[in-house]
């Protein structure tokens, strides 16, 4: 019988937001910080579509350009994995996303344990209030786009309503949505081990 792998379960928050936005997700100890850049992404409904850096201590991972990194250099999120923090006893951490609107997450590890082998990893845990749309224009964005959406006489509601695409309700998490994508992942990084554990005759 396999050894269970270890998982972490992390609480992701939103900073600077109230009321407060965030996630608990489980994540193999495996991951690499890339890999959980993708955890957060899907978390929290993010695109992807703008840069983002991962801060530990003095340390910030991400994807490198020698252009814009002289002054505080970025080394490659690819290389360092989950379990490589825990050893160094890191409880928490930043994430940020998208250097315009700025959306400060802290990455805070709740606890380390054996993961259920009849689940696949990662997965959504529980979480409250829908991330902001991208591009909203940070947090005085966000709150007056909130402000306009749910208020259908602000002057801005038809709008903001417009330009989001559809409603757009600040206490509905998404959950069908994250789930499904946290599952994706959770799918290709299945079928990745299994491939890799046949190359090898495991």
């Given amino acids: 019988m396999s050894t269970p792998e270890q998982i972490a379960r992390l609480r992701i928050s939103l900073e600077r937001i109230e009321p407060a936005i965030w996630r608990r997700v489980e994540v193999p100890l495996t991951a690499t910080l890339k890999a959980l850049h993708d ?3 899907a978390a929290f409904l993010w695109q992807d579509y703008h840069l983002h850096v991962f801060e530990v201590g003095e340390e910030r991972y991400g994807v490198p350009d020698p252009e814009w990194d002289s002054l505080r250099p970025i080394r ?3 290389g360092v994995r989950l ?3 825990i050893e160094r006893a890191v409880a928490s951490f930043t994430y940020t996303y998208d250097f315009g609107d700025d959306w400060q997450h802290r990455i805070e590890v709740e606890a380390v344990e054996a993961g259920d082998p009849a689940v696949e990893y990662p997965r959504f845990v529980t979480g409250e209030r829908r991330a902001p749309p991208e591009d909203v224009g940070g947090v005085p964005g966000y709150e007056e786009f909130v402000r306009a959406v749910t208020h259908p006489r602000h002057r ?4 903001m309503l417009t330009w989001h695409g559809g ?3 600040p206490e509905d ?3 069908a949505e994250i789930v499904a994508a946290l599952g994706k992942q959770a799918r290709r990084r299945t079928l990745g081990r299994a491939a890799y554990l046949k190359s090898v005759g495991g």
Avoid: M, N, R, W
């Fill in 39 to 41: 955890v957060i992404q």
């Fill in 76 to 78: 490659s999120e690819k």
């Fill in 83 to 85: 379990a490589t923090l």
């Fill in 156 to 159: 801005e509601h038809k709008a």
């Fill in 167 to 169: 409603p757009y309700d």
């Fill in 173 to 175: 998490i998404g959950e």
